[in-house]
């Protein structure tokens, strides 16, 4: 143990500084995942209006208590009919049905069909008593009060069923699932005004660094633009979270302190993470709370931590950009996802290929990483060079090699992680 700046500052309890000295040891992925998996982030469910509702996650089963439709009805516009009164019709012999009324949508059809006569419908309008069949407004000639019919019709057609939609007592969406608009809709049908739903974690970005400028600003000498910030908002976002604070912070102990102290459900931190001499964040999160995990064998993002204070967690990124991609998909994103009712699977989409040239790795550290599909084969866009984004953006998607493999040979079959499903 040696001691901590923050310790020199504060006379606090000795923290293991590993700065400029390197990891003593990293854990593996397996090994973050499963203290991970231990966390727990006790967020209540709340009713939101449906008109809201779109893209949070749902936090109950939603049982319909209404047969969708109510009652049958018209598929489409015609004469409601005993279909036998139709059997044998054809243009050359058309038989004559006499037409007692009319059933139009929104108001009871007031009238009963019997053997010769015939109800005009409308789309959506409630079938007649006695009527077991709608015939198209096509297949028939009017003529005063009487249609002559010159087409026959099943039993039962063009009839939409009471419940064929939805059954009264049935399961019409299940827990964890991410509502869709037609979801909204399908919510509205059975009278749903609101919905519970589950909370949105509440989520903090701190990017540290002396040399980062806020985005829109042109970088001078040695500056660099804030990317970071922005991709882990967007992250944060599409997995669930309500971001509530995004803010740069120079490498300053008492100004990092302060933002980890504030308010949140989870903050992600990227930059000043790894054992440089101002990598600060791993000191602090150690004396404020809980240091759990730090250093990680995996390429990249391998200066990746987690941790809590008191019941808030804390994520500590890689600041170069694929890094702190990968670190938060693997780590962050997943729970997050998890917390948002949305469960731990990657949200992208997995296709199996074969590689079109050899994917290298080491035995010992999992690696991700960034390819292609060419030709509907596998090739590799980049293994190193965490700090090139462009390398996601060229990427279709990418393929994670276990840590106890050395990789691929050409031609294996592997998994690839695509990020837009089209692609597949």
Sequence with gaps: MTQSYLESQNNKVAIDDVRMRGFKKRSTVEQANAWLNQQLLDLPEIIVPLNQAAGR????????????????????????????????????NQLQLKVI????????????????????????????????????????????????????????????????????????????????????????SIGHSEISVCARPRISVMVTGNEILPVGEKPKNYQIINSNGPM???????????IISSKIIPDDPEKIRQAMLEDYDILLITGGTSVGEEDLAPLLLAELGELAIHGVAMRPSRS????????????????????????????????????TGLGN????????????????????????????????????????????????????????????????????????????????
Aim: hydrophobic content about 40%; aromatic content about 8%.
């Design 57 to 92: 996650v749902v936090s109950q089963e939603i049982i319909s208590q209404y047969n969708i439709p109510g009652f049958e009805r018209s598929m489409m516009d015609g004469y409601a009919i005993v279909a036998s009164d139709a059997q044998g019709a054809s243009s050359y």
């Design 101 to 188: 009324g009319k059933s139009m949508p929104g108001r009871e059809a007031g009238v009963k069909v019997t053997s010769g006569t015939a109800v005009r419908i409308m789309t959506g309008a409630p079938l007649p008593e006695g009527a077991d069949a709608v015939l198209p407004a096509e297949k028939v000639e009017l003529e005063d009060q009487f249609i002559f019919v010159m087409e026959s019709v099943a039993q039962g057609r063009n009839i939409g069923r009471m419940g064929e939609d939805i059954r009264a007592g049935t399961v019409i969406l299940e827990k964890g699932r991410r509502l869709r608009p037609q979801d909204i809709g399908l919510l509205a």
């Design 232 to 242: 882990l908002e967007s992250l944060g976002i599409r997995d669930g979270g309500e």
């Design 304 to 339: 990746t931590g987690m941790g809590k204070i008191g019941k808030k967690m804390v994520f500590l990124l890689p600041g170069n950009p694929v890094a702190c991609l990968c670190a938060y998909d693997f780590f962050a994103g997943k729970f997050i996802r998890r917390t």
């Design 345 to 424: 699977d990657w949200p992208y989409f997995p296709v199996v290929k074969k590689l079109k040239q050899k994917q290298v790795s080491m035995i010992g550290r999992t690696d991700y990483a960034r390819v292609r599909l060419i030709d509907d084969l596998v090739e590799p866009v980049a293994i190193s060079g965490a700090a090139n984004l462009s390398s996601t953006t060229q990427a279709h998607g990418f393929v994670i090699v276990p840590g106890d493999s050395e990789g691929y040979a050409p031609g294996t079959e592997v998994e690839v992680f695509l990020y837009d499903k089209y692609l597949g």
